[in-house]
């Protein structure tokens, strides 16, 4: 009954440091999403996977990187981490609906609060 | 490109008042439209959606979203809010492209 677990829930790392966020979901969704929240900013869309093998930028990209080898893992890493990624991490997972395939709701992570300082 | 306006930033209220809430949408094709809410201190979770069918979509907790299509707006609405309402409040947007884009927020306070 785990649905989707994020890793680890709290870092906090230098500038310059590197980092990767894990991300695992057990229902297996096709969709799998990282954003991160801000203050007064909504969640902005960072990556994003329709499937294995397959990633795409979503609206916030730059700093970040990350891969899909298989259907459950999707990590997020940062390079070079720098003061503006000083943010809350959430990963979620969806599957096809409606008539277009568009993704469903959301299951998400409990998030993951990273401090660059 | 594909994108989510909710023009209310914060919204204060008195108990048993109404609420709507606006979200405009920006998206060339069909869409699932959802709204979600978050709790102080925790992650979001899914007050409603609305993937086909009738546009008067009914979720948890009494709200309520009605999917304009000419408009491109799904406005949440209750007829009668509590002071537990008190939240913010997403607006999101899916469509072909498999991008699920989310509003900047409402911040609703509920005053006793």
């Known amino acids: 009954n785990a649905g989707v677990t994020q890793t680890p829930k709290f870092r906090i790392l230098k500038i310059g440091q590197s980092m990767t966020l894990q991300c695992a979901q057990d229902m297996n969704h096709n969709y799998m999403y990282w954003y991160r929240q801000d203050p007064g900013m909504g969640l902005k869309l960072i990556y994003y996977s329709v499937g294995a093998g397959i990633t795409d930028k979503g609206e916030v990209p730059n700093g970040y990187n990350v891969s899909r080898s298989t259907t459950e893992d999707f990590p997020l890493r940062l390079e070079l981490a720098a003061p503006s990624q000083t943010s809350v991490y959430f990963c979620?997972?969806?599957?096809?609906?409606?008539?277009?395939?568009?993704?469903?709701?959301?299951?998400f992570g409990e998030g993951s609060r990273l401090t660059v300082l | 490109a594909q994108s989510v306006s909710q023009h209310n930033h914060h919204v204060i209220l008195s108990e048993a008042a109404s609420l709507e809430l606006g979200c405009n949408y920006s998206?060339?094709?069909?869409?699932?439209l959802f709204w979600y809410v978050q709790y102080p201190g925790q992650h979001l979770q899914l007050l409603l959606k609305?993937?086909?069918?009738?546009?008067l979509v009914k979720g948890i907790k009494g709200f309520e979203a009605e999917f304009i299509k000419s408009k491109f707006s799904f406005n949440l609405r209750k007829p009668s809010v509590q002071w537990s309402d008190t939240a913010e409040y997403f607006c999101?947007?899916?469509?072909?492209?498999?991008?699920?884009?989310f509003g900047t927020g409402t911040l609703l306070a509920v005053q006793p």
């Open positions: 998206y060339g094709g069909t869409v699932n």
């Open positions: 979620a997972s969806s599957y096809p609906a409606g008539v277009t395939g568009a993704p469903g709701e959301l299951f």
């Open positions: 609305y993937f086909s069918g009738d546009p």
């Open positions: 999101a947007v899916g469509g072909a492209t498999n991008k699920l884009i």
